[in-house]
Nanobody, 120 residues
């Protein structure tokens, strides 16, 4: 069964750093492109950290650019989101997403989400 399991959510103080993990199973990790999304209360889900492009760049959302970093460990079938200089507006449920590189099942797969709370 395909699964994306996020972990690492919790309460983080403003200005602090935190890392989220997404462990993938049930599919061939190297055939999928991974991304991180988030959904804040009362807002739509937004893409915050897409896969790295062929030229080595990643087009992070403006709100997190310079603070968040997406990375993968293929040996562990895991994608990470390193978050630095956290702000109250970063409070959201964070989701990882997997999309097949050949376009099979184009809706892809979603993790269950993990809550990150940064108090004001």
């Amino acid at each position: 069964q395909v699964q994306l399991v996020e972990s690492g959510g919790g309460l983080v103080q403003p200005g602090g750093s935190h890392v989220l993990s997404c462990a993938a199973s049930g599919f061939t990790f190297s055939l999928y492109a991974m991304s991180w999304y988030r959904q804040a209360p009362g807002k739509e889900r937004e893409l915050v950290a897409p896969i790295t492009s062929a030229d080595g760049t990643t087009n992070y959302a403006d709100s997190v650019k310079g603070r968040f970093t997406i990375s993968t460990d293929n040996a562990k079938n895991t994608v990470y989101l390193q978050m630095n200089s956290l702000k109250p507006e970063d409070t959201a449920i964070y989701y990882c997403h997997a999309r097949h590189r050949a376009g099979i099942r184009p809706q892809g797969y979603w993790g269950q989400g993990t809550q990150v709370t940064v108090p004001s």
